[in-house]
């Protein structure tokens, strides 16, 4: 037991690494869509690229969503608008009418006689009225032209007629003015008109839901269909052109291929299918980072923040095609490149992009047109993202990857179309859109570096300020080191600069490489400005000791003061496993009959494990001989760089910094240059 204990605790980092692996691997194919995808790519004005095709079975030629929609609209335009007629309406009318005229009283200019005709005259005129139908204020505006034909619902009944034969209150008013113009007497007349005034009232009005309902069921009567491919019937030829009607019997055979695949019975083998192929991509993300970025990919941390960002953009972006299509270049897939190569360097970036966006392949529409353009978008991000802390850097690369993405398009438009006449505008708004969340990055990278302890450009560069709390202590407590520290910082960047390296993070590394050197100022000869050597008052070993301590203790300082791993790793290896060489011969010299162990005049190391610490390992042992050189010629300070460089060579100090020979030598080169001009000697003119 308590070896399979010992074994799990001593392969924990691979046993991480395969857990990561598979949640990874089972959570991007759970996002994929849940149908099969058709064998042939196509698309509206292409050349077909394949063999002759003939239909492999009997299907349906779908009709598209524009012509659907058509005869959607067709329906809504041309629908028979239903009134309704309330036939209480009449009955009630009648009654008042009725009620009204018998209460008048009979008198000497209105007998009894004269009542009963004014009562049948204004019975006809109500019965005529509600013949043609009175409409209502409101539904009078609901047909616009008057000479269309509508609807009467009475009842179960329903009776067709021009809607111009209705009639409106001006309508109604003057019927009444025509029917009345039999009666002779003045007063009778404006009697009765008062009357009917007063009791008619509409009784055709707008039946909405009604007319809803029936446009409802028509529309749900489309068909969606329009014909029939039999098996075997040949639907396009090899280097025809797809378009027309050959594209309607394609996207419908495309359509039906991926309903039959998804079934019951094929869904664990194309569940298997994509889990193969996402297993393969990220599965080369690992060989990746182990044969190329061995320091990252035996990370767990740095693994787990890659393989996170790829997850996230495949969520985002999946996210958005399920809830609308239409919205898919508006995410940023920029930020990625832009984030990992903030974190650690370009090569990485592009890689990781290029195979997310090959996974998105699967999930996305016109998947050969969304990868070339994301691609060449990822690239351009690459070559152009750089100095991050420079602001104007981030707003005129997102602007030229904004613009390929534009070029892009367009390209991809004409080919397809033929011309520029049909290109869908809003695109281009969705990538300004695009190009505005890419600022988001720097967002990111401050949460990144919060969540995971990453370090980015722009974290190095608020390092690298001298009023920072340790650099303004190191410069008032050990002003010779911090003198020091930043003449190789301008060695070392420039030498970063040289050979391509990250000049800004080797830059920072230098400006705290010595900072272990305030706590024992007074035993380093650059804050020794009284003559005074403590060291003579010590012996060798103890002065070796505080010598090689001063690494350590930078060490517990930068960790104290909260610096990233990244810095604190040029403080642990800025002497590597070199020797106090001096101190070591002084103790050979005391105790020349007794065996001395160099061991113990050593720096703990470890030794540079890439470019930047190399280099900072080469200029900073560069400027502090430098300044023991009494007549600093060319050819001394030539000779004494080559000196010190061989011999950190032949210690085999960069066994394991991945630097090159050639690269060596550039570096040598920059830092004889630059120290040349430092100890310059001036012509001495007459006083």
């Given amino acids: ?79 028979k608008l239903y009134f309704l007629n309330d036939l209480d309406v009449e009955q009630e009318v009648n009654a008042n009418f009725k009620r009204r005229i018998f209460q008048i009283k009979p008198s000497d200019s209105l007998n009894v006689e004269s009542i009963q005709n004014l009562f049948e005259i204004g019975k006809n005129t109500i019965a005529k009225i509600y013949k043609k139908g009175f409409l209502n204020v409101v539904s009078e505006d609901k047909v616009s032209n008057k000479n269309e034909i509508v609807a009467i619902r009475k009842g179960n009944e329903v009776e067709d007629v021009v809607f111009k034969t209705l009639l409106n209150s001006k309508e109604v008013l003057k019927l009444i003015n025509n029917n009345l113009a039999e009666i002779n007497s003045g007063f009778k007349r404006k009697l009765l008109l008062d009357l009917l005034s007063e009791v008619i009232k509409p009784n055709l009005s707008y039946d909405d839901a009604f007319t809803e309902k029936i446009i409802e069921n028509e529309i749900n009567n489309i068909s969606y269909t329009k014909g029939k491919v039999e098996s075997g019937k040949l639907i396009i030829l090899k280097g025809d052109i797809v378009e027309g009607k050959k594209l309607a019997i394609l996207n419908s055979l495309k359509s039906e291929s991926e309903s039959q695949v998804w079934t019951e019975s094929n869904y664990n083998w194309i569940i298997l299918g994509y889990t193969i192929l996402v297993s ?18 035996e990370n767990n941390n740095k693994v787990t923040f890659i393989f996170f960002n790829v997850f996230s953009m495949i969520f985002i972006q999946t996210l958005v095609i399920k809830y609308n299509s239409d919205y898919l270049y508006v995410v940023p897939l920029s930020i990625l490149p832009i984030v990992l190569k903030a974190f650690f360097d370009a090569r990485l970036g592009l890689f990781t992009h290029v195979l997310t ?56 438009s004409i080919i397809k179309e033929g011309n520029a006449s049909q290109i869908n505008w809003t695109y281009f708004m969705l990538f300004a859109a695009n190009g505005l969340l890419s600022f988001l990055s720097i967002i990111l990278i401050y949460m990144y570096e919060k969540i995971f302890g990453l370090v980015s450009d722009v974290t190095l560069l608020e390092l690298s300020n001298t009023n920072t709390k340790l650099l303004r202590e190191l410069n008032e407590k050990a002003p010779g080191t911090f003198q020091h520290s930043m003449q190789v910082a301008n060695l070392a960047e420039a030498a970063a600069n040289e050979i ?29 400005s009284t003559g005074v050597n403590p060291h003579n008052d010590l012996s060798p070993r103890d002065s070796s000791k505080i010598i090689t301590d001063h690494v350590i203790k930078g060490v517990e300082l930068a960790k104290k003061n909260n610096l990233p791993d990244r810095i604190i790793d040029f403080i642990r290896t800025h002497h590597g496993t070199s020797s106090t060489y001096y101190f070591y011969m002084k103790e050979k010299d005391l105790n020349p009959d007794s065996d001395i162990d160099i061991k113990k005049f050593q720096y ?51 066994l394991n910094s991945n630097i090159t020979f050639r690269e060596i030598q550039l570096i040598k080169k920059v830092v004889k240059k630059k120290l040349m001009n430092i100890y310059h000697l001036r012509i001495e003119y007459p006083e």
């Fill in 604 to 654: 703990k190391g470890p030794i540079p494990f890439s470019k930047e610490t190399a280099i900072l390992m080469i200029c900073d042992a560069a400027e502090a001989a430098s300044k023991s050189l009494k007549k600093p010629t060319a050819q001394a300070i030539s000779n004494l760089i080559d000196k010190i460089v061989d011999k950190q060579m032949a210690d085999n100090q960069f």
């Fill in 500 to 528: 391509r390296a990250n000049s800004m993070l080797v830059r920072t590394g230098a400006l705290y490489h010595d900072i272990g050197k305030m706590l024992n100022p007074m035993y380093f000869t650059e804050n020794q």
């Fill in 357 to 412: 966006v090959l996974l998105l392949g699967y999930i996305v529409p016109n998947s050969f047109e969304f990868i070339y353009l994301h691609i060449i978008a990822g690239i351009v991000t690459i070559l152009t993202v750089s100095e991050l802390y420079k602001r104007a850097n981030l707003f005129i690369s997102v602007a030229q990857i904004t613009l390929i993405y534009m070029l892009t398009y367009f390209a991809f």
């Fill in 1 to 79: 037991m308590s070896n399979i204990v010992n074994k799990l605790y001593q392969n924990n980092t691979i046993i991480y690494k395969v857990i990561l692996f598979l949640v990874a691997t089972t959570a991007i194919v759970y996002l994929f869509p849940k149908g099969g995808h058709f064998k042939y790519d196509f698309n509206n004005g292409q050349l077909w690229k394949y063999d002759n095709l003939y239909a492999p079975f009997d299907f349906a030629i779908q009709k598209t969503e524009e012509e659907i929609t058509i005869e959607k609209k067709e329906i809504e335009v041309n629908a």
């Fill in 280 to 297: 393969l991509a990220l599965l080369m993300l690992l060989l990746f980072l182990k044969k190329y970025r061995l320091e990252i990919f």
